[in-house]
């Protein structure tokens, strides 16, 4: 058995609560975990903006979603981050797993027309789905992005950024 370092949580009044470590029971649970806390993901400060969980995804030009991907998010730099959970209970060999992923991958690039974040994005929002306090697109995009920021230029730099291939895989 391997010894771990203890984690603390310092309360107001200066007492500490020891952390014990869990995990999450199912995958829709970690699922949800993702959706509501991408910093658990992001890695390097990066803020992440979640597009949609279970964004469908089309084998062929025009044709109806085949699969889906359990979440889509962009980052503030117009990168689409396509996310694929499995839980540590999972039997499936990681190569089948990463290839999976890479099929999704190459097919959201390739049969993903341009605007989809931007819809998917405001209807995700208006499903009441998002468990944010606030599910105003309009809003929830100026508090990502910034004031200054030109949600019509973020969403083409998205766009851009899909056509080109340029997505990280988590």
Request: one cysteine or more; hydrophobic letters at 35%.
């Given at each position: 058995?391997?010894?771990?370092?203890?984690?603390?949580?310092?309360?107001?009044?200066?007492?500490?609560?020891?952390?014990?470590?869990?995990?999450?029971?199912?995958?829709?649970?970690?699922?949800?975990?993702?959706?509501?806390?991408?910093?658990?993901?992001?890695?390097s400060g990066s803020t992440l903006l979640l597009i949609q969980r279970e964004?469908?995804?089309?084998?062929?030009?025009?044709?109806?979603?085949?699969?889906?991907?359990?979440?889509?998010?962009?980052?503030?730099?117009?990168?689409?981050?396509?996310?694929?959970?499995?839980?540590?209970?999972?039997?499936?060999?990681?190569?089948?797993?990463?290839?999976?992923?890479?099929?999704?991958?190459?097919?959201?690039?390739?049969?993903?027309?341009?605007?989809?974040?931007?819809?998917?994005?405001?209807?995700?929002?208006?499903?009441?789905?998002?468990?944010?306090?606030?599910?105003?697109?309009?809003?929830?995009?100026?508090?990502?992005?910034?004031?200054?920021?030109?949600?019509?230029?973020?969403?083409?730099?998205?766009?851009?950024?899909?056509?080109?291939?340029?997505?990280?895989?988590?």
């Amino acid at each position: 058995m391997t010894e771990r370092t203890p984690f603390f949580l310092v309360n107001q009044d200066a007492t500490l609560v020891e952390l014990q470590p869990s995990a999450p029971i199912n995958e829709d649970e970690l699922q949800e975990l993702i959706a509501r806390y991408p910093g658990l993901i992001s890695g390097s400060g990066s803020t992440l903006l979640l597009i949609q969980r279970e964004h469908g995804i089309p084998d062929g030009e025009g044709s109806p979603d085949r699969w889906s991907i359990d979440h889509v998010f962009v980052t503030r730099d117009g990168i689409p981050v396509l996310v694929e959970v499995k839980h540590s209970g999972d039997t499936r060999p990681r190569r089948e797993v990463v290839a999976q992923m890479l099929d999704y991958a190459a097919n959201g690039v390739a049969y993903w027309p341009s605007g989809t974040f931007a819809v998917r994005f405001e209807s995700y929002c208006r499903s009441g789905k998002r468990n944010d306090r606030n599910s105003d697109p309009s809003e929830l995009l100026a508090s990502f992005l910034g004031p200054e920021a030109d949600p019509a230029a973020f969403w083409s730099l998205v766009d851009t950024n899909l056509q080109a291939g340029n997505v990280s895989l988590v």
